[in-house]
C-alpha cells in the first residue's frame, strides 16, 4: 500500500501522533487559570459543531457516568440558536476550532445579550476576535489540525476546566486526574500496535479490510453513545462511506425489528455491537439478542466487548481504533482521508 500517495494531508502522522497531542492539550488545560471569576454554575451549555462538538459529547458522556460527577449537566447546542432561558446558573462554552464556525458564532452572539458566563475554546479565528472584544476568557488551542483530527484538544481542556472550577471535590478530582495519566500510557500502546501493515497484528487494519465495500451501522450503550458518533462520523468523513448506528435499548423498540426481515435490507450492511463494562445488565442481555437476531439472519458482524481500564480510558481506546480503522479504510478505497470536498464547497455557498 504506497500510504504517501494517497494520504495527501498526512493523517498518518497526526494519528501516530495523537498520545502526544492528548499529552499538550492536558498542558493546556492545566494552565487554566480564570476559572476563580466564574460565576457558579450547575449547567454547561456547550456551542459547537462537528470535530469540535464531539468534545462536548465526550464529555457529557463521561460525567452522565460517573456518580460522582452526573451531577453535572451538559447540553450541547448544534444550531444557531441559543436557549434565553439556560443563561441563569449555566456556564457557556462556544467551542470552535478553527473559530470561523457560523453556527457557534451566531449562538455566542445570542448568549453574550443574556450572560458573560462564557469561555471561549479556538485556535483563533472570529472567535478569538468576540472573545477579546468582550472581555471573555480564552482556551487557545494550536492551529494546523482538521477540526476532527483535534479531537484531543476539544475535550481534554474542557475536563481540566472542570477539574479547575470547584465543582468537583478534591478526591474525584485526583481520580480524573490518574484517569488521564492511564488514558495518555494506553494511547502511547496503541499507536504503536497500529502502525502495522499486516492485519494479523493491526487490528484497526483488520477492520478496515472487513468493512471494505460495506456499510457499517454500529450499535452502542449510552455509555459509548458518543464513541459511536465519533465513528460514524470518522467513518464518513475520512472513508468516504456512508455509516449509521444507533444506542440501545432505545433501538430495541423499534429498528431491531427490520433486520428480521433480510430480504427487504441492503446486503452490504456489517454490524458493530460496541459492549462496555459500564452497560446496565439487561442491556448486555440485549445485545446478546440483537446478535442472535443478526446472525441467524447471517449478517456479518464484529463485536467488541470493552471491560478493562477505566471509562475515560475504553472512550479513548476505542475513538483511537476508529479513527485508525477510518483511515485504513479510505486508503484501502484509494481515498485521500483528509479530503472533505463536498462539506468545503457547502461552507463556500453558505458564506456568498
Not at 444550531?79 to 446558573?89: I, Q, R, T, V, W
Not at 462511506?241 to 423499534?254: D, I, Q
Not at 446478546?288 to 441467524?296: P, T
Amino acid at each position: 500500500m504506497n500510504i504517501k500517495s494517497i494520504d495527501k494531508g498526512d493523517m498518518f502522522t497526526t494519528l501516530r501522533e495523537f498520545p502526544s497531542q492528548v499529552t499538550s492539550a492536558c498542558e493546556i488545560g492545566k494552565s487554566i487559570g480564570f476559572t476563580a471569576n466564574l460565576n457558579k454554575f450547575d449547567r454547561i451549555l456547550i456551542f459547537g459543531m462537528g470535530g469540535s462538538a464531539i468534545g462536548g459529547d465526550l464529555l457529557r458522556t463521561y460525567l452522565s457516568e460517573g456518580v460522582d460527577t452526573n451531577h453535572i449537566e451538559i447540553i450541547i447546542n448544534r444550531d444557531y440558536s441559543f436557549p434565553p432561558h439556560l443563561a441563569k446558573n449555566s456556564l457557556v462554552i462556544a467551542s470552535s476550532y478553527s473559530g470561523n464556525t457560523e453556527e457557534t458564532l451566531s449562538s455566542l452572539r445570542l448568549a453574550l445579550e443574556h450572560t458573560n458566563n462564557i469561555v471561549c475554546i479556538s485556535s483563533g479565528g472570529e472567535l478569538e476576535r468576540i472573545a477579546k472584544e468582550n472581555d471573555l476568557p480564552i482556551i487557545k488551542i494550536p492551529d494546523g489540525f482538521q477540526p476532527r483530527c483535534a479531537i484531543g484538544y476539544s475535550f481534554f481542556p474542557l475536563l481540566y476546566l472542570i477539574l479547575k472550577s470547584g465543582v468537583l471535590s478534591d478526591s474525584v478530582v485526583a481520580r480524573i486526574e490518574g484517569e488521564i495519566v492511564s488514558v495518555i500510557k494506553k494511547l502511547e500502546q496503541l499507536s504503536g500496535e497500529y502502525l502495522g501493515e499486516s492485519s494479523n497484528q493491526n487490528f484497526s487494519l483488520d477492520i478496515a479490510k472487513r468493512l471494505s465495500g460495506k456499510v457499517p451501522v454500529i450499535y452502542t450503550s449510552r455509555s459509548m453513545e458518543t464513541v459511536g458518533l465519533r465513528w460514524r462520523g470518522q467513518f464518513q468523513e475520512n472513508s468516504k462511506c456512508a455509516a449509521f448506528g444507533s444506542v440501545l435499548p432505545e433501538m430495541n423498540h423499534n429498528e431491531i425489528n427490520s433486520w428480521q426481515y433480510s430480504t427487504n435490507s441492503n446486503k452490504n450492511f456489517i454490524f458493530i455491537l460496541l459492549e462496555d463494562a459500564n452497560d446496565h445488565p439487561q442491556v448486555t442481555k440485549r445485545f446478546a439478542y440483537l446478535d442472535g437476531v443478526l446472525r441467524k439472519e447471517n449478517r456479518e458482524l464484529i463485536n467488541l466487548k470493552n471491560e478493562s481500564g477505566t471509562h475515560l480510558e475504553r472512550m479513548f481506546s476505542n475513538i483511537y481504533l476508529g479513527d485508525w480503522a477510518s483511515y485504513y479504510l479510505a486508503l484501502l478505497c484509494g481515498y485521500n482521508p483528509s479530503a472533505i470536498d463536498i462539506i468545503l464547497g457547502l461552507k463556500a455557498e453558505l458564506s456568498k
